[in-house]
């Protein structure tokens, strides 16, 4: 579903992220971890096409991002980390455009609609202005916005800031049906106790590179073989500098 | 179900409802919400247009009457001068809009053509950079059709011409900043600043060769004809400007027969054609361009790396905060803070700089003609309400705001050992001193260059003193009395309620105050050239001594006035806030 193929982005002399190449199959939750700068945010703007890659490939559900654009946004989601909304559009107004926006037929749509407004408890405030959301309304309105197409990937950067507990249940609870269902979701996180419990697998990135990469399971063997905490091995993981160490697994 | 990829036709309907809904909502929430302002731009508007057609009707029905061979040259300088500031504008425009702006990140990754995504910008861009241009152009040529007596068809076709003519310089200006963006990313500021001094380096030249070299005789009728000769430049056939000057002067001709005013109107639609066909192809040329480069241009943005430069401290800053007394101390480091914001917004200085560079240059330029002293004394009256204008605008739109503003970061300034009244005090010694400084350099180089007396200067200088200080306080004290906590945009809570009714009352002192100056100016001067005046008591006392002192004195109190009772009023406000 989602390819990297040796996606390299340099900013200048600066290597953002380098040779990465990942597979993500259907169906799978891929968490992506690491410190500030380590290049999540790169590798997230590469996969919704925001950012070209300087050398390689990547491909969702089998579309270039650089030669077959739209239909490769066809197929994606996409909550960033600080979510765009139109001021002056409702809630519903903003749905219906996104609903067009992938032609959905407009009785489907009406339908989809009212099942994301249900979902994310939208009702109070679907046709209020936009300009008048907190934060977690809006992000709220992002993800109802995300899951309105059914989309067979869906990119989240950072998903629950702003969230309230209630809200972030939803999610959870949503993001886990929609992965058995098929749906690839690949999920950039600084929270390592999120990613323990949503991911199938995870990949910690330290200045570009995948340090480690694999299971959850993969990554508690680690764990137990040297006796320490999940987080004390990511915080060793992340801190070293030379990457000699590295603890990572097979499967690129 | 699958989805499905839109149509062209389909991607242009779906931004085309996205921008009407938008308009919809704007305009209902503001009709709601903000009827005054709403009534205020409204009115405003209205009197702004019905001002430039009674100008322009009296100017056309001087033209028409002795030179009426020269308007095309006037209609050819105006639309090519027009053409030249739009393709800067839309420029600027199109680059926030497609590479800077939140909602192309979003579009982008939604799938939409390049092309639908720039057609959604341009438009907006179009209008954006496109209705000054139809607020002071339509009432000029509707004032030009009803003097020529022009046919009814050639009020038609304003809206085609206007329209039509407007896609062009909007498409090159889009053309150019994509073109810019995809190929010379890392060298875009410099490209910029080069570009922007070569166009300041070719106003200067214009001005000085149309209007510098012939100084004894100015304003004689070789004066004029010479200035003519010069302004023939802007009649190039190439140049769409002309297309449209030729158009419009075609289709106001009234022949003496059917026939002929036939034949005109035939000859103005060969020019809308030309316009047309131009127009689209350019727009045709821009969505090229975006298909092409558009994407790839936003990722080399986005792949920017910022310079990220040690900052020393500045040695204005490091003079602020060491000198005077320990008492005032927390008042220079908000001098010392805001200074520094002020410094690296670029958005704040290069306006400042813009607005205030172009005063200079039109004062510098005053030099050239030989005024009479009662001609002089009145534009010197005129520049002075000019830079009291200009400095309103920046004290709304920068100042009003800076409270405001301020308690975003109120946690910040409320866990500090500083008082309330510091912070607003801060804010006015910022913009009074921020603003006195070029106001008075201003007023000095245009009275300088009018040749005024020593006498008229010193008034001038105090009613600049008054103007920054009433100015200041009003938009400081405002700002104060009327916070918006819960928006971040500056020119949002300018454009409020409270924004609006600062910009008004400082308009409304601004007024006061120059006509006070300047009646009592001008008759003293009166007296001085013709002596005694023979007219009415009134403007005997009015041109007297005791006439300019009194008037001094009202310009001293109403400054004083202007300043401390918004500011008083301001305070008591914030104390009480609770952000």
Redesign the interface.
């Known amino acids: 579903m989602i390819q990297f193929e040796n996606a390299t982005?340099?900013?200048?002399n600066?290597v953002a992220v380098s040779d990465l190449s990942l597979t993500i199959p259907s169906g799978e939750l891929f968490a992506l971890l690491g410190p500030n700068g380590a290049g999540k945010t790169t590798t997230i703007?590469m996969l919704?096409?925001?950012?070209?890659p300087s050398r390689g490939v990547i491909r969702v559900c089998g579309h270039d991002l650089i030669t077959e654009?739209?239909?490769a946004?066809?197929?994606?989601g996409?909550v960033?980390d600080?979510p765009?909304l139109?001021d002056?559009?409702?809630g519903h107004?903003f749905l219906r455009?996104i609903a067009?926006?992938?032609?959905?037929?407009r009785d489907?749509s009406q339908e989809r609609i009212k099942r994301e407004i249900d979902r994310f408890e939208l009702h109070e405030f679907a046709d209020e202005?936009a300009e008048n959301y907190s934060l977690g309304m809006r992000q709220r309105l992002v993800f109802a916005a995300a899951f309105l197409?059914?989309p067979d990937v869906l990119v989240l950067d950072e998903p629950m800031v702003g969230l309230d507990p209630r809200s972030v249940r939803i999610v959870k609870d949503l993001l886990k049906a929609k992965t058995a269902d098929g749906m690839t979701v690949f999920m950039s996180t600084h929270t390592l106790a999120m990613a323990e419990e949503m991911a199938d697998r995870m990949g910690i990135m330290v200045q570009g590179n995948l340090k480690f990469l694999g299971t959850v399971s993969e990554l508690r063997e680690q764990v137990d073989m040297e006796t320490r905490s999940l987080e004390n091995l990511y915080l060793e993981i992340t801190s070293s500098e030379t990457g000699e160490d590295e603890v990572a697994s097979d499967d690129t | 179900?699958q989805?499905?990829?839109?149509d062209i036709p389909?991607e242009n309907q779906?931004t085309r409802?996205?921008r009407g809904?938008?308009a919809w909502?704007?305009v209902t929430?503001i009709f709601h919400q903000s009827r005054f302002r709403f009534g205020l731009v409204l009115v405003l508007s209205t009197i702004f247009w019905a001002a430039v057609f009674c100008l322009f009707y009296d100017a056309f029905n001087f033209i028409d009457s002795m030179h009426a061979e020269v308007m095309s040259l006037l209609f050819n300088t105006f639309f090519s001068a027009l053409m030249v500031m739009m393709i800067f504008s839309t420029g600027i425009l199109m680059y926030g809009g497609l590479y800077r702006s939140?909602?192309s990140?979003?579009l982008?990754?939604?799938?939409?053509?390049a092309e639908a995504i720039h057609a959604h910008k341009f438009t907006e861009a179009l209008w954006f950079s496109s209705w000054g241009f139809i607020l002071l152009g339509s009432p000029m040529l509707i004032a030009y059709g009803i003097v020529r007596d022009a046919p009814w068809s050639f009020f038609i076709m304003l809206i085609p011409f206007i329209v039509t003519f407007v896609i062009i310089p909007a498409s090159i200006g889009s053309i150019l900043c994509m073109l810019l963006v995809a190929g010379l990313p890392r060298l875009r500021l410099h490209t910029l600043s080069i570009s922007l001094a070569l166009v300041a380096m070719g106003i200067l030249w214009f001005s000085w060769s149309t209007f510098g070299s012939v100084q004894s005789q100015a304003l004689t009728p070789a004066w004029f004809e010479e200035t003519l000769s010069r302004l023939a430049m802007t009649e190039q056939i190439f140049l769409p400007s002309w297309w449209l000057s030729s158009g419009l002067l075609d289709a106001a001709l009234r022949g003496e027969s059917r026939e002929l005013t036939h034949k005109s109107t035939l000859e103005a639609l060969k020019f809308l054609g030309l316009i047309l066909a131009n127009a689209l192809f350019l727009s045709l040329v821009a969505s090229w361009v975006a298909r092409w480069t558009y994407?790839?241009g936003?990722?080399n943005l986005?792949?920017?790396?910022p310079t990220r430069r040690h900052r020393k401290i500045f040695w204005l800053d490091e003079l602020l905060s060491r000198t005077g007394s320990q008492v005032g101390n927390p008042i220079r480091l908000l001098l010392v803070k805001d200074l520094q914001i002020f410094r690296r917004d670029v958005s704040q200085w290069s306006q400042f700089v813009i607005f205030f560079g172009l005063l200079a240059l039109y004062f510098y330029n005053l030099r050239s003609f030989n005024y009479s002293h009662v001609y002089a004394s009145l534009i010197g009256h005129l520049n002075l309400a000019v830079v009291g204008l200009i400095l309103s605008t920046f004290t709304t739109r920068f100042v009003f705001p800076s409270i405001s503003l301020e308690g975003r970061r109120f946690w910040i300034l409320g866990l500090l050992p500083i008082h309330r009244d510091q912070i607003v005090w801060s804010k006015f010694l910022f913009s009074f001193v921020g603003g006195l400084i070029p106001c008075l350099g201003l007023i000095l180089l245009s009275d300088s260059m009018l040749g005024l007396p020593w006498g008229a200067v010193f008034v001038h200088l105090t009613c600049c003193l008054a103007l920054c200080g009433g100015l200041s306080g009003i938009a400081v004290g405002m700002g104060a009395s009327m916070p918006n906590f819960r928006e971040s945009s500056p020119a949002k809570i300018a454009a409020g309620f409270g924004g609006t009714l600062s910009l008004v009352l400082s308009a409304m002192f601004i007024i006061l105050i120059v006509i006070t100056v300047g009646f009592t100016n001008h008759f003293n001067l009166l007296q001085q050239t013709i002596g005694q005046l023979s007219g009415n008591t009134t403007s005997r006392l009015l041109g007297s001594y005791g006439g300019q002192v009194a008037s001094l004195l009202i310009i001293i109190a109403g400054g004083l006035l202007a300043t401390f009772l918004p500011l008083v009023l301001g305070i008591r406000a914030f104390r009480q806030l609770e952000p």
């Open positions: 982005r340099t900013y200048g600066k703007k919704v096409g925001l950012l070209r654009t739209r239909s946004h066809l197929h994606l996409y960033p600080e765009y139109y002056k559009l409702t107004e455009f067009d926006m992938y032609r959905i037929p489907l202005l197409h059914d | 179900m989805n499905q990829l839109l389909q779906l409802r996205l809904t938008i909502n704007l929430t939140g909602e990140s979003f982008l990754t939604c799938p939409l053509r994407r790839k936003y990722s986005q792949a920017e790396v």
